[in-house]
């Protein structure tokens, strides 16, 4: 219980064999700073300033490493040896005036404090318990000194001016509330800490911090912690308030999700992605709409070209030099004496066969250049080893049967004296040829009767295609197919099968042409006059005869639909069993 009269209640010396404190005849002052009530017993003045200390250690930083731990413990135990030993030698000590002297501040410096400095004891403010509480809770725990009691613990005194960090107040915000003052830093100062405002951000860590679990300690532990609280703890400034998380507008944090209800959601659309479109299907390097253009567009040009070239050739025509041209050179020559007039029906037949096999040698030819996996093939008897597609074999089979029909063709050509009817006999042939083209292009077509005589156009292609074309398709064929030598190095070498594939294609290229402007001239100049002489063998030397006769069309209808017929059966359900007859045909 303290009390204050004018006698101070004396109590341990704070030297070995010193007086005891305070001196006699001292007495506080009240209502000063520092003034407030004397200890009654060092168990009391220990747990004052243990109080003390724990009130100081909660201002500071509340983590630690444990080398400080350990080097805080031995600072408690060597303060508690001086103090035990101090009660022990205090009752026989002399009356001196002398100040009991603790640790120095600093490493290698004097005791504290100095020899004429006499510290006023300080009132124990109630708000003081409930700081050293609360920084208890808070703080790392530290294992006691047993050699130590807490009856004996001397307070630690108060830092110094020179070392302490000074805190300027902070100003009141909303939501702040005044800090808890506590005990002076030094003696004869304010209450610490300064009067300030603490944020609500801070308070309520604070308040998170207090409501942590505390590992239990002993009932001793408060005091002899605060026995090893070194003096530089109670230097330390208030703890930093920690930073705050960014906020939107609204003052919810970033790191939480807006407090609105979803009203919107992700639909289809988001998960389902739309498929790529298929590719279009190619035929050669173009699509069926890119030929499609490709066929619109060259057929305008071909037209306008056309038309252009027809009014040019027209207007030289009508020049004094293209008319002198065309007396001249009407366009064809006379054929020599002796030449045959009309057409034998063995030439009909001919004529019948080679369209036949033509058209079918195109279309098998086609399939072999564009087939990339054969599904039936052919082997020969003799070499089973040897093995080609039945398409192949096929198209092999109708150039056989077309080169037989070409050969006896030509035989009865110079037999009959037919020849001179598409050979050349004349140098004049060239002009005249010139002459008759002029006259097709500027559709004023030249007069003729295939039935006497070719014109000069006509017999030149003819004879291109008969002892040109044809011998040309037949040599490069031959070199391609299976009888020409393997083994033959040098013949092999003279000859490469790169040039026959090369002059095989187009030579084909050039039947396909020949062929259509061959049908369409015999449409457009007469087709039942041609086609009675071609197919019913039926002719006079009068242009005009025979104009109703529809003879010769039935003919070439009837050629026509066996042709067709031969086109459909041109597969290997009908090949195969012909394709028996001559080798082996399998399916690989």
């Known amino acids: 219980m303290a009390t204050y009269g004018s006698a101070v209640r004396r109590g341990l010396p704070r030297v070995p064999g010193g007086e005891p404190w305070p001196p006699a005849g001292s007495a506080p002052v009240p209502g000063s700073n520092g003034d407030g009530p004397v200890v009654e017993s060092a168990p009391a003045a220990a747990a004052e300033a243990a109080a003390d200390a724990d009130r100081a250690s909660s201002l500071r930083p509340l983590q630690k490493s444990e080398p400080q731990l350990q080097e805080t413990a031995a600072v408690a135990t060597s303060v508690a040896e001086q103090v035990s030993g101090a009660g022990q030698t205090g009752g026989a000590g002399s009356g001196g005036r002398a100040i009991r002297r603790g640790l120095p501040r600093v ?68 939501g702040a509330k005044p800090l808890r003052r506590g005990l002076p830093r030094v003696a004869g100062g304010d209450p610490w800490p300064p009067a300030a405002f603490a944020p609500a951000a801070t308070a309520a860590a604070v308040t998170d911090a207090a409501s942590a679990p505390v590992a239990e300690a ?35 944090p970033l790191s939480q999700p807006l407090p609105f209800t979803r009203t919107v959601w992700a639909g289809a659309g988001a998960q389902t992605r739309p498929a790529a479109p298929a590719e279009p299907q190619r035929i050669g390097p173009f699509t069926r709409l890119q030929w499609a253009g490709a066929v619109i567009v060259g057929g305008a040009g071909l037209l306008i070209a056309a038309g252009m070239a027809v009014a040019l050739v027209r207007w030289l025509l009508s020049t004094q030099w293209g008319v002198d041209f065309l007396a001249a050179y009407p366009g064809e020559y006379h054929l020599p004496e002796g030449a045959p007039v009309g057409l034998p029906a063995w030439l009909g037949w001919q004529h019948f066969f080679n369209v036949f096999l033509m058209v079918l040698i195109i279309r098998t030819g086609l399939q072999v250049r564009t087939e990339k996996r054969p599904t039936v093939f052919w082997s020969p008897r003799t070499n089973n ?38 050979v050349p006999t004349s140098w004049e042939v060239f002009p005249n040829a010139v002459s008759a083209g002029l006259q097709y292009v500027s559709l004023d077509w030249p007069t003729e009767n295939g039935w006497v005589n070719y014109n000069s156009l006509q017999q030149l292609a003819y004879f291109a295609t008969v002892f040109l074309a044809a011998p040309l398709a037949a040599i490069t064929g031959v070199r391609m197919s299976g009888v020409w030598p393997k083994n033959a190095a040098g013949l092999n070498k003279a000859y490469p099968v790169e040039w026959a594939r090369a002059v095989h294609f187009p030579v084909m290229l050039y039947f396909v042409v020949f062929i259509a402007i061959h049908v369409f001239l015999v449409f457009a100049t007469g087709a039942l006059r041609n086609l009675n002489h071609m197919y019913a063998a039926q002719g006079s030397t009068d242009p005009n005869a025979y104009a109703d006769n529809w003879t010769g069309f039935w003919f070439f209808v009837a050629s026509l639909a066996v042709i067709a017929v031969a086109w459909v059966a041109a597969r290997p359900l009908v090949l195969a069993p012909i394709a028996r007859l001559f080798g082996k045909v399998s399916g690989r």
């Not at 790392?140 to 108060?158: D, F, G, I, M």
């Open 107 to 174: 490493p290698g410096g004097e005791p504290w404090p100095p020899a004429s400095v006499v510290p006023a004891a300080a009132p124990a403010a109630p708000e003081v318990a409930a700081v050293a509480a609360s920084g208890t809770a808070t703080r790392p725990e530290v294992t006691p000194s047993p050699a130590a009691p807490a009856e004996k613990v001397a307070p630690v005194a108060a830092s110094d001016a020179e070392t302490r960090h000074e805190v300027t107040p902070a100003p009141a915000s909303e």
């Open 385 to 422: 080893r040897r093995k080609i597609s039945l398409n192949l074999w096929f198209h092999q089979s109708l150039d056989i049967l077309w080169l037989v029909n070409g050969v006896v063709f030509v035989v009865l050509l110079f037999v009959t004296g037919q020849w001179m009817r598409i």
């Open 218 to 252: 002993p009932a001793t532990a408060p005091a002899e912690v605060a026995a090893s609280v070194p003096s530089s703890a109670a230097r330390s400034t208030t703890p930093a308030p920690a930073p705050a998380a960014p906020a939107t507008a609204t003052g919810v």
